[in-house]
Every structure is written in structure tokens, then in C-alpha cells.
């Protein structure tokens, strides 16, 4: 049996994950060999052409409408997440009575996700509870 320390077994982790990053297609506009910065379908959401981030806020609504509203600022899901992308939600669910991602808004987003014009992609919703 092989032993490895927890640091070794992040460190081949990390290395991981940034190769699989690296290596990721986000559409089939790209050419062979382009990385995932490289994409001209990409865009920088959140980062204002300053450098600056831009911060999206609906307040006064229902989850449902606080979320749709935020998703309509940003200019739509159609926006960020295209028709044969893998979407990974991550509800933050840790701790038991400590508060959680809201799920109406959540189930909202999926929605949203899945009612995108021939959206052929996955949603995952994944969390270690």
C-alpha cells in the first residue's frame, strides 16, 4: 500500500484541477488549441473596463425577483453561461442551522438556466453535507 501526506495528495490536487482548467473547450467557436482564457465569446463579467469590479444588487423583491432581476442587470444567463456548458451550483449548506444559500433563488437560476434556447448543457448542484 503507498502512503502520501495530505500535502503531496493537495498538491497533485491543485496541479489537477489547473490542468483540467487549462484544458477545458467552452465552445464550438473555438479553435484547436485555444485555452479557456482565449475565448473571444468570453466575457469579464463583474470587471468594468477600469479594472474595477462592478457589484449587481436587487433589493425590495422576492428571492425570485431579486434573482431575475440581478441575472437581467448582467444581461441575461445567455450572457455567461453558454448552451453546452457544465454549470456546478454550490449551495452553501455547511452547517446545520447557521443559514444557507436561498433556495428559491437557486431554483430560479436553474430555471433560468433551462429555459435558455436550446441549452444542451448540465447542471450540477453539489455540496458536502
Known amino acids: 500500500m503507498i ?4 500535502r503531496f495528495f493537495l498538491y497533485l490536487y491543485g496541479v489537477t ?3 483540467t482548467l ?3 473547450r467552452g465552445g ?5 488549441g485555444e485555452g479557456l482564457m482565449a475565448s473571444e465569446s468570453r466575457k469579464n463579467i463583474g470587471i468594468g473596463a477600469d479594472g474595477k469590479s462592478i457589484v449587481f444588487l436587487a433589493r425590495y423583491g422576492t ?4 434573482m431575475r432581476k440581478v441575472m437581467e442587470m448582467m444581461g441575461g444567463v445567455e450572457n455567461f453561461i453558454g448552451p453546452r456548458d457544465i454549470v456546478l ?5 455547511q452547517w446545520w ?17 433551462l429555459e435558455m434556447p436550446g441549452f444542451q ?5 453539489a455540496e458536502n453535507h
Open 89 to 93: 451550483l454550490k449551495p452553501n449548506a
Open 28 to 32: 464550438e467557436d473555438k479553435k484547436r
Open 121 to 125: 448543457g448540465e447542471l450540477i448542484i
Open 97 to 113: 442551522n447557521q443559514g444557507t444559500t436561498n433556495t428559491d433563488a437557486m431554483r430560479t437560476f436553474i430555471e433560468m438556466v
Open 22 to 24: 487549462f484544458s477545458c
Open 3 to 6: 502512503r502520501i501526506t495530505r
Open 63 to 66: 428571492s425570485e425577483q431579486n
Open 17 to 19: 484541477m489547473l490542468a
